[in-house]
């Protein structure tokens, strides 16, 4: 088999904007949090380096392995506030 090349996402550099805004600051500058494995994360190779940058930035946010009811579903950039929980969402 050929080594997998990491491939970063158009929508992961530049976020798409969602239309959200923090409920605590009022900021636009909004992500959307990840939850599960993520696909370019592998055992037997490091992490991207422009991942590692994306994640440190904030513009990819990993909420954990499990997605709960009541897990935010928002980060806020500019306050670090977490907000919006996937009960009063449609997904």
Do not use: H, Q
Not at 24 to 30: P, Q
């Amino acid at each position: 088999m050929g080594k997998r090349k990491n491939r970063i996402s158009k929508n992961v550099i530049t976020p798409k904007r969602i239309g959200v805004v923090c409920e605590k600051c009022g900021s636009k500058e909004i992500t959307e949090i990840s939850y599960g494995l993520p696909a370019w994360i592998t055992i037997d190779e490091p992490v991207d380096p422009r991942m590692e940058k994306l994640i440190e930035e904030k513009r990819i946010v990993l909420g954990g392995c499990i997605r709960g009811e009541e897990s935010p579903r928002y980060y806020c950039r500019t306050c670090r506030n977490t907000f919006g929980d996937y009960r009063r969402t449609n997904l």
